[in-house]
């Protein structure tokens, strides 16, 4: 049966089958006609027709030509990835600590200035793609390239920004995001389950913690599966990961994931095999193939930049950390050899456009290429870095966040000399319960008594 959580019935049939295709199944041309000829004003809310449609679609197969190899089981995601540290030496008291506050003042910092400019990243505006479009308003204020929070000053151009507190003009805090959220949902699912937490725990804590309006594609759509198949008055051990990752989610290998895995890396500092574990915990209800792997790679990016300093380092120990033959392994790998044949950072993301332009704006792959080129042409400055998170484009928050996490556990908060970091004034305001205004001060020692624990079990 289907059920909508993000868009209507009819958007989801037309998404499932773009996502069938990326996954290598092939669509009878009769389906896909079908689809064609149903339109917006008449069937957008057509649940028993979509519903009927999605029957005939689940009965179709990979096709035996797909090349990638893209396991679902933990062991056998293991089993499929290549060689790797696994984990690395141990950390300071002092210094962890240090880190953990540039962590999340990296992540917080990438975020905000990403805010403004995510619609425009995604969709675009005045006929131009969203990076063209965020350059063009940028260099319409004498602002390009970006060096500090988007303007909300408007000059006649047509250009339109979101999210006035993110904008230059008003910005005191970190205000909500779904970036900054699930990190926090992390740290709050370490600190009352440890390290023996289940996809379950996730899931209870998602009700209980994050209002359903700020949960969007995949997530919204597995948490709508999960408490449909769930009845709070009777404990229901039926439903599965695979079933509330699956149903009438065509989400599933979108970025809503790889958003995830910061708190998993924290949480894990040093410890990239076990990060990625947990992002897997995280991922394996809400998504499939890449959109789980974006979220292994990044929690085990994450978990070893606490001792790693170089990008390419860093990266390969993701990759270390995730199947080797996999769409995201394998667009990593093409980037790599990219970067270095060239050294700017612009004409980089003119082949990852014209290469993996084709996903969506919020795929995982894309936005994961961005986040790497930013980390490579950035060389590890802080703020050059997610700079280029933002101007690459797409999902431009979620990208600028990822970047200055990164970045800000390689550095600690002593080291980030960026104009950047004082406009938050160390301060989160989200939407999560239970976090209703902290510091990130503050965040970085309960995320150090949580690595504790978890390192001494």
């Not at 990190?183 to 209002?211: D, M, Q, S």
């Not at 995730?322 to 050899?337: D, G, Q, T, V, W």
């Amino acid at each position: 049966m289907i059920f909508t959580g993000w868009e209507s019935p009819l958007a989801l049939l037309k998404y499932e089958l773009v996502q069938l295709d990326y996954e290598g199944v092939v669509v009878p041309s009769e389906i896909i006609n079908k689809v064609k000829d149903l339109d917006d004003e008449t069937h957008k809310m057509d649940f028993d027709l979509v519903d009927k449609i999605y029957v005939e679609l689940e009965t179709l197969k990979v096709a035996s030509s797909f090349k990638y190899d893209q396991p679902y089981a933990l062991n056998d995601i293991k089993k499929a990835r290549p060689a790797g540290p696994r984990k690395l030496d141990s950390i300071s008291d002092a210094d962890l600590i240090n880190k953990f506050h540039g962590a999340w003042t990296g992540r917080s910092v990438g975020c905000a200035l990403g805010k403004p400019v995510e619609g425009m990243g995604i969709r675009g505006q005045k006929g131009l793609i969203g990076r063209a479009a965020i350059k063009q308003y940028l260099e319409n204020r004498g602002h390009w390239p970006l060096d500090y929070y988007f303007s909300g000053e408007d000059v006649n151009d047509g250009f339109v920004v979101y999210c006035p507190n993110s904008q230059r003009e008003n910005i005191s805090f970190m205000e909500p995001d779904d970036d900054i959220h699930y990190t926090l949902i992390a740290l709050a699912i370490l600190e009352k389950y440890g390290a023996e937490f289940t996809w379950r725990h996730v899931a209870h804590t998602w009700n209980n913690c994050l209002p359903y309006n700020v949960i969007c594609t995949a997530e919204s759509q597995a948490i709508l599966n999960y408490n449909n198949a769930t009845p709070r008055s009777t404990v229901s051990d039926w439903v599965t990961p695979e079933y509330t990752s699956l149903n009438r989610n065509p989400y599933r290998e979108w970025i809503g994931a790889q958003i995830r895995a910061d708190g998993w890396g924290y949480g894990c500092a040093g410890n990239p095999e076990l990060a990625a574990e947990f992002a897997y915990r995280d991922a394996c209800w809400t998504h499939r193939a890449n959109g789980i792997y974006g979220e292994m790679m990044f929690a085990a990016i994450i978990a070893a930049a606490f001792s790693v300093d170089d990008p390419i380092d860093l990266i390969n120990i993701g990759l270390s950390e995730i199947p080797e033959n996999c769409k995201l392994a394998e667009a990593s790998r093409r980037a790599l050899s990219k970067m270095d044949q060239t050294k700017d950072f612009y004409k980089y993301m003119d082949w990852v456009e014209a290469e993996f332009g084709e996903l969506s704006g919020v795929h995982t792959v894309n936005n994961a290429l961005v986040v790497i080129g930013a980390l490579f042409y950035g060389k590890s400055d802080f703020h050059q870095s997610v700079c280029y998170a933002i101007e690459g484009g797409w999902d431009t928050d979620c990208n600028g966040a990822t970047c200055g996490s990164i970045l800000g556990a390689i550095h600690g908060r002593s080291n980030m000399n960026s104009s950047l970091i004082p406009a938050l004034n160390d301060t989160i305001k989200p939407s999560v319960i239970g976090f209703q205004e902290i510091t990130m001060e503050r965040l970085a020692q309960r995320t150090y008594e949580v690595f504790k624990s978890i390192k001494d079990s």
